[in-house]
């Protein structure tokens, strides 16, 4: 997979990209990610990357000459351009592993007050927020996004049935408490479930542990259900 992600900011993205199983899926050959700097693409003494919105209004929108450029020069047959902003469809796992199928994905990143909606109408596939928030730009987001997708590449878990056991593979569950060494802590004892070796019996209170998890932190997720 391949993914390149177009930002005025590629720091903001490279850093935690950069870093842990992000780092080990690239070194594997599983992905290769390259954040550009929109301004490479943008003409003039400035390489201006914004300017005012039409028919008045606060704030600078990103031109549609130097995206266009871009896109047109990193897209291939089987790219998927994504452009990150708070007016897009709400990422969730299901999405993640969708997105985890493609061959080619270009995250466009959003700043200002968005983009020229030309760009929108003819170069995005999907537009895509992370969250009912406003960030400063979509470089974060995209930072985001790339984290869930390619820690579902087959290959990058250490542990392949961590991918399945996890909140969300069940959209309408979160996960379980869970527990590690030492059984007693400042006189807080591991479940005595778990003590027990009854894998079963592990089971059933994972499984209740999860609902009361759910009903308490996202009542939400339960209403489909
Ligand atoms: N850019 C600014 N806010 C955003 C959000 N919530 N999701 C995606 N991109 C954004």
Same mark, same amino acid.
């Given at each position: 997979m391949r993914i390149d992600i177009l930002t005025l900011f590629p720091e903001i993205v490279l850093a935690p990209l950069g870093e842990s199983m992000m780092k080990r899926a690239q070194e594997a050959g599983l992905v290769e990610i390259k954040a550009h700097n929109l301004r490479d693409w943008a003409s003039g003494k400035h390489r201006k990357t914004d300017d005012y919105l039409c028919g008045g209004g606060q704030g600078m929108l990103l031109k549609p000459e130097p995206i266009f450029a871009a896109i047109e020069e990193l897209r291939g047959a089987s790219t998927k351009v994504v452009l990150l902003t708070p007016q897009g469809r709400v990422f969730k796992q299901k999405l993640a592993c969708e997105l985890s199928q493609e061959e080619h994905l270009i995250f466009l990143c959003g700043h200002?007050?968005?983009?020229?909606?030309r760009v929108v109408d003819e170069l995005v596939d999907l537009e895509l927020s992370i969250g009912d928030y406003v960030l400063t730009n979509g470089a974060l987001a995209a930072a985001v996004v790339t984290d869930a997708i390619v820690r579902l =590449?087959?290959? #990058? =878990?250490? $542990? #392949?049935r961590s991918a399945v056991d996890? /909140?969300? /593979? $069940?959209?309408q569950r979160l996960e379980a408490p869970a527990y590690t060494k030492p059984v007693e802590f400042r006189g807080m004892r591991v479940p005595e479930v778990f003590l027990s070796g009854h894998h079963a019996k592990i089971e059933v209170w994972k499984r209740e542990q999860a609902l009361r998890r759910t009903r308490e932190n996202r009542p939400d997720l339960l209403e489909g259900s």
């Open positions: 200002y007050e968005g983009v020229d909606q =590449l087959p290959g #990058a =878990l250490g $542990d #392949a996890e /909140s969300f /593979s $069940d959209p």
